[in-house]
Antibody
């Protein structure tokens, strides 16, 4: 049974850093495309990042490019999102999602983790 | 990376059909088959309802269907049920990124 569990959220000051983790079970992160998606309070969904399983290519939204980095650890079967130079507008619930066999669609999602960027 | 355009809200009575449109550009919806739709209840994670324009994951009722024409994709829900009341988001690959729609609130009257 596929399951994704995010952790690492919390409150951080503007300019600070945070690393989100996404622990996976029921499938292998190393051989799956994986997404990060966020949702600011009361707002819609915003795609953040995708890492492919073929060629390990990384893609980022313009709003986070150069500040966020996605990575994965095969030994832990986990996905990570390193977030640097955080801004108040990065405040959101962050979701990790498994890609459905290279369709760019997230078929399994975690429960989400809240990141708050505030002085 | 402009958001795809969706109506802010739609409504329908139980048993009726509703369609939610999602308008993009020739650089996203118009170019790629990677269009999907998500259902989200308040405080919950999104759920995949349609992928590759018109494919349904197992477990999604066949009341939900997707289509595309030019730069516009559509999600149609037939035989509306009370539990269909939720937010719906479209989503398209756009070459080197992904764009979401602004979201549509479906109200079942």
């Amino acid at each position: 049974q596929v399951q994704l569990v995010e952790s690492g959220g919390g409150v951080v000051q503007p300019g600070g850093s945070l690393r989100l983790s996404c622990a996976a079970s029921g499938f292998t992160v190393a051989t799956s495309g994986m997404h990060w998606v966020r949702q600011a309070p009361g707002k819609g969904l915003e795609w953040v990042s995708f890492v492919s399983w073929t060629q390990n290519q990384e893609y980022y939204a313009d709003s986070v490019k150069g500040r966020f980095t996605v990575s994965r650890d095969s030994s832990r079967n986990a996905l990570y999102l390193q977030m640097n130079s955080l801004r108040p507008e990065d405040t959101a619930v962050y979701y990790c999602a498994k890609d459905r066999a290279n369709t760019w669609a997230g078929d399994y999602w975690g429960q989400g983790i809240l990141v708050t960027v505030s002085p | 990376q402009s958001a795809l355009t969706q109506p802010r809200s739609v409504s329908g009575s139980p048993g009726q059909s509703v369609a939610i449109s999602c308008t993009g550009t020739s650089g996203d919806i118009g170019r790629y088959k990677y269009v999907s739709w998500y259902q989200q209840y308040p405080g919950k994670a999104p759920k995949l309802m349609i992928y590759d324009v018109s494919e349904r994951p197992s477990g999604v009722p066949d009341r939900f269907s997707g289509s595309k024409s030019g730069n516009t994709a559509s999600l149609t829900i037939s035989g509306l049920q009370a539990e269909d009341e939720a937010d719906y988001y479209c989503y398209s690959f756009a070459g080197n990124c992904v764009v979401f729609g602004e979201g549509t609130k479906l109200t079942v009257l």
